[in-house]
């Protein structure tokens, strides 16, 4: 490998808010913030989703409508028919 051509790979602390989950992972990702975890500082990524909170993972899933966008309106409005 050439040398001073990759970026710097080391322990970064990412932090799923939906979950209020943290995660200490090797990575190359650059951050400007840092946070203390576990008595060492760390830089620190915050992220929306990650396996602590996805569905896929958590086995929880989210019930949708089956019914269609026309169906729906005529259920709603179903009382102001002539």
Same mark, same amino acid.
């Given at each position: ?7 710097? #790979?080391?322990? &970064? ?5 939906? %979950?209020?989950?943290? $995660?200490?992972? @090797?990575?190359?990702? +650059?951050? =400007? ?8 500082? #760390?830089?620190? &990524? ?5 396996? %602590?909170?996805?569905? $896929?993972?958590? @086995?929880?899933?989210? +019930?949708? =409508? ?17």
């Amino acid at each position: 490998m050439r040398p001073n051509i990759h970026p710097e #790979y080391r322990e &970064v602390l990412f932090h799923d808010t939906n %979950a209020n989950a943290y $995660f200490v992972i @090797g990575s190359t990702l +650059q951050s =400007s913030q840092s946070k203390e975890y576990e008595g060492k500082v #760390y830089p620190y &990524v915050t992220l929306d989703i990650s396996s %602590a909170s996805h569905p $896929f993972y958590t @086995g929880e899933q989210r +019930q949708t =409508s089956n019914e269609g966008r026309v169906a729906s309106f005529n259920k709603r409005f179903a009382r102001f028919k002539r």
